[in-house]
């Protein structure tokens, strides 16, 4: 008999997912302030399968039942939503009450470093555009840029999670074959 929903434990182990993305989320917010700190970026992005990986082990440990491929998947596909959720009000918070003009401001900073770029030359056609952008106002705001990077995270999630889904139950069988012969 199952103890909990797959829901539940999803809920459960979106928690530490919510606080890994809020981490590589105020890397990237934090970035207009301490410049450095999007370096921190992509080493987090490359960690995060792992603790994916990590909680959707934990959901099939504490219950069995759900080794099936769907159940893994959906587990990840709702840990990651649940993370997103956690990592989209906190940064909802930062960007409306701390930096309420961070797109304007790391789009700035994003010109300034290309236009002092010995490559500024070939950068001319991105620089205009850039330019133009700013001065038509047309810019996302602070809520459009972290929507769209929560949906772009739910994707991303999702399919990071079809992969390890694949792989865990592959293993899985792999172990469960072993073990009969």
Not at 36 to 64: H, Q, S, T, Y
Not at 118 to 129: F, R, W
Not at 132 to 142: N, R, T, W
């Amino acid at each position: 008999m199952k103890r909990k929903s797959i829901y539940k434990y999803a809920s459960e182990a979106g928690f530490p997912a919510g606080i890994y993305l809020t981490l590589m989320s105020a890397c990237l917010l934090m970035s207009v302030r301490i410049p450095n700190l999007v370096l921190l970026e992509l080493p987090l992005a490359i960690g995060f399968p792992f603790v994916l990986w990590a909680l959707m082990r934990k959901i099939i440990k504490a219950e069995p039942s759900y080794t099936k491929f769907a159940s893994v998947w959906l587990g990840g596909i709702y840990t990651v939503i649940f993370g997103t959720v956690i990592c989209l009000f906190l940064s909802a918070l930062y960007i409306t009450y701390v930096e309420p003009g961070f797109v304007g401001i790391y789009v700035n900073n994003a010109l300034e470093a290309l236009e002092m770029s010995p490559m500024a030359g070939d950068y001319q056609p991105t620089i205009t555009l850039m330019h133009e952008a700013i001065d038509a106002h047309i810019l996302p705001s602070g809520m459009e840029f972290l929507t769209t990077m929560a949906w772009l995270t739910c994707f991303s999630g999702s399919v990071l999670s079809l992969l390890i889904a694949l792989l865990m139950t592959k293993a899985g069988k792999k172990i469960t074959e072993r073990a009969s012969a």
